[in-house]
């Protein structure tokens, strides 16, 4: 750490008092401290110069300019002559009580400079240190340190007077500079209170718009609910007499009405499911499902959806595989609803794979506590921009064989929705022109009802 001496002063009564106050503003002037950072400078130093003539028998101020490294700080150093034994002596106080009369100096100077420390030496010398580091960029070179200490050397010391007209003049700058900062602060706190108000208006009005969207959404759940039940009596009366037709109860068909009734029966059952999806939707959403957790098996499990989905696989030129596990699999979780999505997996990796094999299989989860299931075709796959869009309602992506197959992107969703109600969840892993493989997670042990044994 590198020292530089720049000035020492003797303080002996209150005039030095004013010229160690005076000297030191000028010097922090003279360094490149702003208004402010001068008056507080000044006011530190005077504070505890003013203590050390007051109460002992006097000292002197040294002012030096210190370097370490890159920081350069400014520091003043107090210390008296000794005079703080007798002075105790004197009063009757122990020598170390002594540094309470200078607290308030003390405090003060600490509230000023970046920091101030106090020791009592040996000889009962008080030493005040008050530091306060230059700002980059400020010429404290040894030749320009000289020159400060020899124009200071040579000014001529203020009279108490003008000292006192010097500090009225700092006063009155800093209560307009404080003025002027009251009248931002004033300024500040109506441009926050307008926001504020805006923002209370714009809260309320977003209430307001979630409060309508809330009854938006229960208005479209009794509509879907509503609109699909008055549906299924007709599309099952429907179902029903196009199924009497071509059973030739009422009699033989020719080969056009036998085209066009099944026509019929095709229609009635691809909107019988859409409303089965609408209202099973609307279940959903309006928190109506009923949720029945028993004992699955696997086996047993891919044994049903097999019976089930062989009449889907219509192409020859696809292979519809259920990949039994090598070992009995059992978990809780409701049979139905995980048929349900596992079968809308399957048709739809059905409709969309032209020629490979559909798979459902069993795969290892690194959770023991979870168990997943894979549905991996070799259809058309999906892009990866479109793969957000799958799982929203009555979304479909456009590709040739889209259009041929049937359908209202209800599936799908339907499927994540039922996956969360069971405490799973659904992903898709899919390439273009590669395939698809849909999973569904789901916990080996059901949080939604204990687990009962037989």
Known sequence: MDSTRILNLGIEGPQDVVTVRQRARQLSSMLGFGQQEQVRIATAVSEVARCVCRHVYGGRALFTLEQTGRRRELVVTIRDNGGAERVALQSGAEPDVLGKQFDTAIITARRLMDSCEVSYQSDHALTVSMVKALRPGQPVDPEHLAALGAQLAASPAATSFSEVQQQNHELAGALAELRERQDDLLALTRELEDTNRGVVALYAEIEEKAERIRKADEMKSRFLSNTSHELRTPLSSIRALAQLLLDRMDGDLSVEQ?????????????????????????????????????????????????????????????????????????????????????????????????????????????????????????????????????????????????RGAKGTGLGLPLCRQLAALLGGQVEVRSTAGAGSTFTLTLPRRSALQPERTA
């Open 258 to 402: 036998e085209r066009q009734i099944m026509f019929i029966a095709s229609a009635a059952n691809d909107l019988s499911t859409l409303v089965n999806d609408l209202l099973d939707l609307a279940k959903i959403e309006a928190g109506k499902v009923e949720i029945s957790i028993a004992p699955i098996d696997v086996g047993n499990l891919f044994s049903a959806l097999k019976g089930m989905l062989r009449p889907l696989a219509q192409n020859p030129r696809v292979e519809l595989q259920f990949v039994e596990p090598a070992e009995p699999v059992t978990f809780m979780s409701d049979d139905g609803k995980v048929a349900q999505i596992l079968r809308n997996f399957v048709s739809n990796a059905l409709k969309f794979t032209e020629d490979g094999e559909v798979a459902v299989r069993l795969e290892a989860h690194p959770d023991p506590d979870l168990i997943r299931f894979a549905v991996t075709d070799t259809g058309i796959g999906i892009k990866p921009d479109h793969l957000h869009l799958i799982f929203e309602e009555f979304s479909q992506i456009e590709h040739p064989l889209q």
